[in-house]
């Protein structure tokens, strides 16, 4: 399974940004599999953003983005986007889309793309 994100820059506060995620490999072959959205920023731990199915039926957001930014798929081009919207300067970080079997609302994603920086100005 390869995943390949792209999107980031820098935007200005209360800006917004799309990110995008094109997947790959036999996980996208299954009918139950789960996408998601982590950010990193420098000195903090690994944050789950958003998750959703691969029916898009299901989506969850963490209460730091709920409202801000919407995660949605494309089955048939096996991608994964993130609208961004209202950026704040915390938004700052490294976004990192995951791939796994299951649900999207557990932690257990196996799949990670290698990652695309977002900065946001105050």
Known sequence: VQLQA????????????????AGSGRLFERY???????????GKEREFLAGIDW?????????SVK???TISNDNAKNTLHLQMSGLK???????YCAAKLGRPDT????????????????
Do not use: H, K
Request: with cysteine; aromatic share 14%.
């Open 107 to 122: 932690p257990n994603y196996s799949y990670w793309g290698q990652g695309t920086q977002v900065t946001v100005s105050s």
């Open 89 to 95: 300067p915390e938004d700052t970080a490294v976004y």
């Open 55 to 63: 029916s898009g039926s299901m989506r969850i957001y963490a209460d």
């Open 6 to 21: 792209s999107g980031g820059g820098l935007v200005q506060a209360g800006g917004t940004l799309r990110l995008s995620c």
């Open 67 to 69: 409202g801000r930014f």
């Open 32 to 42: 139950n599999y789960a996408m998601g959205w982590f950010r990193q920023a420098p």
